[in-house]
């Protein structure tokens, strides 16, 4: 007999350092009439000599307190981030020190903006199979410094940014129990999102022409990234209502990762959702890849959207190219 899963806390935390769309349009040709008409976003925040340990901190401390557990309860660390503190070890290292965890065991992944989607599935199994108890799942991204913050990089500069939310899988029956998880990729199109360099591919000494070619900024093909995502975000929501015999009126929330509002009403309108069905806060934080879904979810708990017996849709495309869906119970 298998367990079921539930995320029973959620947390999340942002940066205090608010850049508005005038603060980019001073530094690269850009405006906030145009990052407002084709991205939605009013503002994001980047953070300041911190990495994405250092902002998935008070997001798990908020997370613990809103599960009521303490920081002992905890059997293991999923970490997803695509902007890790370091080469190596991986964030979810820095981050176990840091909080003074004691000896579990901790994983990152690296699956961009389907990153969090992604964690929930791995410790779904650990749950189900009683392995583990209680597994805190952290989305943390700090993109910032890997932005080209002049005209060049202006496609990329205006949306991503900087954040991280956190969430307490555990099989003691609260919060929002877990239906399903969906899991894809399409491996082909890596090179249409991403960072080249560096990388173990090649060694970047002070000959090289890395920094001189920008190959260390994230790099996006903004118009196939946006095609595949209205294509991806709708099927994967479908299988996993399918999977649970649920249709689309049976959606109380629908929270996507937040990667551009036209993106997001895209989706609304293949799937004739009404306004309050679909979750959004990229007006106030940007695209914040791994972290966008759990600051959108913390923040939905948090405002009173989700109520006992409502169906939760968390849905997230991105980089790699990965996608993924994750339908939720509340109980
Ligand atoms: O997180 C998951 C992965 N990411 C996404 O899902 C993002 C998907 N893509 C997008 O959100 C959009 O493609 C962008 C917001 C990146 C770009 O919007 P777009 O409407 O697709 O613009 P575009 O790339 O077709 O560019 C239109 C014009 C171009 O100028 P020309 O060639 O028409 O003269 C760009 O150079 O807009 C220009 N442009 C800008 N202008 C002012 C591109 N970025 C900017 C900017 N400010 N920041």
């Known amino acids: 007999m298998m367990n079921n899963a539930y995320i029973i806390g959620l947390g999340h935390y942002t940066p205090d350092n608010i850049i508005s ?3 980019l349009s001073k530094v690269m040709d850009t405006s906030h009439d145009w990052i407002i008409e084709r991205t939605g976003i009013e503002e994001r925040r980047f953070a300041k000599d911190e990495g994405p340990s250092d902002l998935a901190i ?14 002992d309860d905890i059997d293991f660390i999923v970490f997803a981030t695509s902007t890790p503190d370091y080469y190596i070890p991986g964030s979810s290292s820095i981050f176990q020190d840091k909080m003074n965890f004691k000896n579990i065991g901790c994983l990152d992944i690296r699956v961009q903006c389907s990153g969090f989607i992604y964690a929930i599935s791995i410790a779904e199994q650990y749950i189900k199979t009683g392995q583990f108890n209680n597994i805190l799942v952290i989305g943390s991204e700090v993109q910032s410094t890997a932005m080209n913050l002049t005209t060049e990089g202006r496609d990329t500069a205006v949306i991503f940014a900087d954040g991280a939310g956190a969430a307490v ?6 919060g929002g129990k877990i239906l399903s998880t969906h899991l894809h990729s399409e491996g082909k199109y890596a090179k249409e999102l991403w960072v080249e360099s560096p990388s173990s591919r090649s060694n970047p000494t ?9 190959r260390h900024f994230l790099k996006m093909n903004g118009r196939e990234v946006f095609k595949h995502a209205v294509k991806r975000f709708p099927e994967v929501i479908l299988e996993g209502l399918d999977y649970n015999n649920l249709g689309l009126e049976d959606i109380n929330i629908l929270i996507p990762h937040q990667a551009n509002l036209r993106i997001s009403k895209f989706i609304q309108k293949k799937l004739n959702l009404s306004d309050d069905q679909i979750f959004s806060n990229i007006h106030k934080y940007g695209n914040t890849t791994a972290a966008s879904v759990p600051i959108a979810l913390s923040e939905a ?13 968390l849905a997230a495309f991105g980089s790699g190219f990965a996608w993924g869906s994750c339908i939720l119970e509340w109980v």
Do not use: F, Y
Not at 58 to 71: E, F, I, V, Y
Not at 301 to 313: G, L, P, Q, T
């Open 301 to 313: 708990v948090e405002n009173k959207r989700i109520s006992s017996k409502d169906i939760v849709v």
């Open 21 to 23: 769309n005038d603060d």
């Open 206 to 214: 002070i000959d090289s022409n890395t920094i001189k070619d920008g």
């Open 169 to 174: 899988i555990s099989s003691r029956k609260k």
């Open 58 to 71: 008070p997001a798990s401390n908020l997370a613990l307190k809103k599960a009521g557990l303490q920081k």
